[in-house]
């Protein structure tokens, strides 16, 4: 009887900046020793610690089950951001990794799940380029957020996860089924180094580069995987360590809620219109590389010059093509949704939805159901 072969399990290298955590950088370093499939290395980028952050590190490093590196590095005042710790922490961790690896990210103030390393690898091995992965706030943390920012961040997730499902009905992707989410927080990312090679790496931007990074693989057409089972607990506190994060957000809005939801939600039917047109515009890309012209009505509904449209077709990448698309047409511009119209655009979400029979099929066992209680989600 011949033996089975067990493909070997790629290289694993978790990439953590930090800087001052000496309240939480034990705890979040100790959970790898937990994990079901431990990492190869973690890579600690200590940037511009003034704390004992160091001092706790190097005390740790010799009773692990896995290589700790420390590197230590300052950055100029200018350049001391959330952004370029990552960028330069990810760099670090892929050449530990090699070409066949795979680079895992989370934050200093974060516990991974137990089984974080293993169910993001299995995520990637079933054929994703990058997961993104869910985040819990600390329930001690989470219990100490005034009751209207909870109240507030349920309706921003219903109607993300909404909008999320009109896009999944509209146009899915293979990549990316369902139960998915919308998150793409730098607190919980895995990607293999090939693809985070072929990006160039984290984009050098000041904040949002979690963000960034995954819309530069999105028009790399990476397959992207929002698994909503890989995991991890961040903190809630209010005063955080990245200028314009989670904590800066919380903080202001505690003091008067913002005027508009988050800039990743739009009105419904935008994002039905949306959804609708990328679905015209990937058939369109593949009629064209089979020898089938664009439709002469999609240059028109687009409000794009024929010509133009048909050079944004022939791009190599349908997420390039589509980026171009989106910036470039008048009906795709993006509109903020106002907190006080969260309601009203959940209601008009549920409308669209209900036009679609897998939707009528499917919804009451997707968590997608109103919640009579008024309960939510923390977002990272």
């Known amino acids: ?195 985070f090679r072929r990006t160039g790496g984290i984009p050098p931007v000041a904040t949002g580069e979690d963000r960034a990074f995954i819309k530069l693989l999105a028009r790399m057409d990476a397959r992207i995987r929002h698994d909503p089972t890989v995991r991890v607990t961040v903190s809630g506190r209010i005063y955080g360590r990245a200028e314009g994060g989670m904590a800066d957000t919380m903080r202001r809005r505690m003091n008067r809620q913002d005027e508009f939801a988050d800039d990743g939600l739009e009105p419904a039917a935008d994002a039905y219109r949306r959804m609708d047109f990328r679905r015209r515009v990937r058939s369109a890309c593949w009629n064209l590389r089979i020898g089938r012209p664009a439709p002469t009505a999609l240059a028109a509904d687009l409000g794009i010059p024929g010509a133009r449209l048909q050079r944004l077709l022939g791009n190599r990448f349908f997420g390039a093509a589509w980026a171009e698309i989106e910036s470039g047409s008048p009906f795709l511009r993006r509109r903020s949704v106002r907190f006080i119209d969260l309601p009203r655009q959940i209601a008009y979400a549920r409308q669209l939805l209900e036009q679609h029979d897998d939707w009528r099929v499917t919804h009451a066992s997707t968590g997608l159901l109103p919640d009579p209680t008024g309960g939510g989600r923390q977002r990272g």
């Open 1 to 195: 009887m011949p033996f089975a072969i067990v493909p070997r399990r790629p290289t694993a290298v978790v990439a953590i900046p930090a800087r001052d955590e000496a309240d939480r950088i034990s705890a979040c370093i100790q959970a790898f020793a937990r994990q079901t499939w431990r990492p190869d290395a973690v890579l600690l980028l200590l940037n511009n610690c003034t704390d004992l952050s160091e001092t706790i590190a190097r005390n740790l490093s010799a009773t692990l089950p896995f290589a700790l590196r420390i590197v230590c590095h300052t950055f100029p005042p200018a350049d001391a951001n959330a952004g370029n710790a990552r960028r330069l922490a990810m760099q670090l961790a892929d050449e530990i990794a090699g070409p066949a690896g795979v680079l895992l990210t989370t934050d200093a103030d974060t516990v991974v799940a137990d089984d974080w390393v293993e169910k993001a690898l299995r995520a990637l091995s079933a054929g994703a380029d990058v997961v993104c992965g869910r985040i819990d706030v600390d329930p001690v943390d989470a219990a100490l957020i005034p009751w209207n920012l909870r109240a507030d961040d349920a309706l921003e997730c219903e109607l993300a996860e909404l909008l999320d499902r009109i896009a999944f009905v509209l146009d899915p992707e293979p990549a990316d089924p369902w139960p998915r989410h919308t998150e793409a927080a730098g607190a919980n990312i895995a990607v293999t180094a090939a693809a």
